[in-house]
């Protein structure tokens, strides 16, 4: 069982930069794959980025490649999205997931899900 908390969201001009962190209960942490997807009014929950287990494989959505970087520290149970750049279409909610197994840009896999928290990037 994993329980997963997001921080960080918050309200910034668009050029501006965010770090979300998702600190995860559970010392399997490092086992698993972890994803940060994310959900505009109206919109379907999608991927944003994705790392494996061990950090050595990372993959990102074409709309946030050279902009967000995950990151994760299996010492402290904590994955990290840095958003550089950021425009107002990267408004939504931000949610971290867990899954175990191979990576899934798919959100369907994933067994666990933080709460979300909120980015809005105003124009």
């Known amino acids: 069982q994993v329980q997963l908390v997001e921080s960080g969201g918050g309200l910034v001009q668009a050029g501006g930069s965010l770090r979300l962190s998702c600190a995860a209960s559970?010392?399997?942490?490092?086992?698993?794959?972890m994803g940060w997807f994310r959900q505009a009014p109206g919109k379907e929950r999608e991927f944003v980025a994705i790392?494996?287990?061990?950090?050595?494989?990372?993959y990102y959505a074409d709309s946030v490649k050279g902009r967000f970087t995950i990151s994760r520290d299996n010492a402290k149970n904590t994955v990290y999205l840095q958003m550089n750049s950021l425009k107002p279409e990267d408004t939504a909610v931000y949610y971290c997931?867990?899954?175990?197994?191979?990576?899934?840009?798919?959100?369907?896999?994933?067994?666990?899900w933080g709460q979300g928290t909120q980015v809005t990037v105003s124009s």
């Open positions: 997931a867990a899954k175990g197994g191979i990576l899934s840009t798919n959100p369907t896999p994933y067994n666990y």
């Open positions: 559970g010392r399997t942490f490092s086992s698993y794959a």
């Open positions: 790392i494996s287990w061990g950090g050595g494989s990372t």
